[in-house]
């Protein structure tokens, strides 16, 4: 698939929003620079990232992206509701912003910035605010990010298409699986199916380590092979258009240890209730508390996670978090649920003392009701 992956209409009803919450925090300008805000608005889909982007959004007129020129031809065939304005590699984008404030047509006395972007380097936020001394500078960070919380049904019809391939790379990394099997080939024929079935490189993963590493959080594959008794973490995304539909399975070679089954039942009712207090309107904290509900009933008052779930959707290097933050079903969060919204929702029971299982799998709330996007099966599976 290639960019641009939505309308001009769709470009410009998420711009008209992005204008409509300046105009409520009495912004005049709005500098962005994390990815996938760049991306929300403008459709730029590249590795060039990496380099500092700032996208220049003015209460009125043509948003100008500054970057490194060498992403002319990029830009030129991605990207139709924005000027270019490039700086050599000798230069930043400061060295390009006075004559972008200048061509904006009035001297802004608000500006917004994304202040906790890791797309906006500390030396250069400062270099960029001595250009406009005279303006008042104010933290925009999640201006964006709340908007996008909320999926299109074109969104959404990218996240069923990673879905499917999220499917197709478990799959092929399940299949894969088996005594004497290297991580390392589990880990080869998994990125094989998601690119075969019509994926991209996704934000980050696939995370994939055997009982050893079970407890290492962001690691991912080694020269290890398995045996017989073995667990095998698999934690994927397929990606399509930027979009993210994340799952998660634990897999055992030859046989499955005591209690497993159990546990699997405990994840699976928990993953339902989560799903049962998915509603429009319901607050983040209460979806949590579901989940805890059914963990408690098992007998594991003591265990408790961090989150049961986070949103997902547009991602970048290096994670399909949308940025680099969480946004997580929190025991805390107030964050109120809509429609629209999709999620990474894990049941995770991993440590308790009892047995180890997890399943999680990428839900969409629809109009009716919530929707598993992912259909690997999430029982107890042994290879």
Not at 160 to 188: N, Y
Request: charged share 20%.
């Amino acid at each position: 698939m290639a960019a641009p992956y939505f309308t001009r209409s769709e470009y410009d009803a998420r711009l008209a929003s992005v204008r409509q919450n300046m105009a409520g925090r009495n912004l005049d300008l709005l500098l962005l620079s994390a990815p996938e805000n760049i991306f929300y608005l403008t459709g730029l889909d590249h590795w060039g990232y990496f380099a500092p982007h700032i996208l220049v959004v003015p209460v009125a007129g043509e948003m100008t992206l500054v970057t490194r020129s060498m992403e002319k031809v990029t830009v030129a065939n991605q990207v139709t509701n924005a000027r270019f304005v490039g700086h050599a590699d000798h230069e930043s984008a400061v060295d390009r912003f006075s004559r972008v404030l200048g061509d904006i047509g009035y001297q802004p006395r608000r500006i917004g910035i994304e202040a906790w972007s890791s797309g906006l380097p500390h030396g250069l936020a400062l270099a960029v605010q001595q250009h406009a001394p005279s303006a008042r500078w104010f933290d925009a960070s999640g201006l964006i990010d709340d908007l996008r919380l909320v999926k299109s049904p074109a969104e959404q019809a990218h996240l069923r298409q990673a879905a499917r391939v999220s499917d197709a790379a478990a799959s092929a990394a399940i299949a894969a699986t088996r005594e004497g099997v290297s991580e390392r080939h589990i880990a080869a024929e998994c990125q094989r199916a998601m690119v075969e079935a019509g994926g991209t490189y996704p934000g980050f993963g696939p995370f994939i380590r055997s009982t050893s590493r079970l407890g290492e959080e962001h690691t991912t594959w080694s020269d290890s092979c398995l045996a017989v008794g073995d667990a095998l973490f698999l934690e994927l995304s397929g990606c399509v258009a930027r979009y993210h539909a994340p799952l998660g399975r634990l897999i055992h070679v030859g046989h499955a240890p005591k209690g497993a089954h159990e546990m699997a039942a405990v994840s699976q009712a928990a993953f339902e209730a989560v799903l049962g207090s998915l509603s429009d309107g319901a607050l983040a904290r209460d979806v949590y508390a579901a989940w805890q509900r059914v963990v408690d009933r098992a007998g594991m008052p003591h265990f408790r996670r961090h989150h049961c779930g986070y949103a997902v959707g547009i991602g970048f290097p290096p994670s399909w978090t949308g940025g680099n933050k969480v946004t997580g079903l929190r025991h805390d969060s107030e964050m109120p649920i809509r429609t629209g919204m999709s999620f990474h929702v894990l049941s995770w029971l991993m440590g308790t003392g009892q047995g180890d299982f997890f399943i999680s799998n990428a839900v969409l709330l629809s109009e009716s009701g919530p929707e598993v996007l992912t259909r690997t099966p999430a029982g107890v599976t042994i290879v």
